[in-house]
């Protein structure tokens, strides 16, 4: 199988079956659907498309970067690896933000036991 180093193209997405372009601002190397954020392990450097695993990739969680930047933490659903990608423009607010409060709305210990 012959891998596109370096470049992007238009994809649909793994999880949800959106049509995702291949540029969108604030990105070089598109690599998740900005409706869901599901993303699919191709590269081993960002944007050398070189990783045979390509099994999706779900996203867990969101960094905040120096600056305030936001970036999406994924897991292979297939290897397990963790790997962070930047923000899109293009991304939806709402997915952004249902992953940013995910630690909120389910939290890892029961609420209700906390004291003060």
């Known amino acids: ?6 470049e992007s193209s238009d994809f649909t997405c793994v999880a949800c079956g959106h049509h995702v372009p291949a540029h969108a601002f604030g990105t070089r190397h598109r690599n998740h659907c900005p409706k869901c954020l599901w ?3 191709l590269d081993d450097e ?3 498309r070189r990783c045979a695993c390509r099994e999706p990739m779900e996203p867990i969680a969101i960094e905040v ?3 305030g930047e936001w970036a999406i933490i994924h897991r292979c659903t297939g290897c397990g690896v963790l790997k962070t990608n ?3 423009g293009d991304d939806f607010e709402r997915s952004l933000l249902a992953l940013a409060l995910r630690p909120i709305a389910s939290p890892a210990f029961p609420l209700d036991d906390l004291r003060t």
Request: proline residues 6%.
């Open 86 to 88: 930047r923000v899109a």
């Open 46 to 48: 960002p944007g050398d």
């Open 39 to 41: 993303s699919r392990h």
């Open 65 to 67: 970067r120096r600056g």
């Open 1 to 6: 199988m012959s891998h596109k180093s370096r």
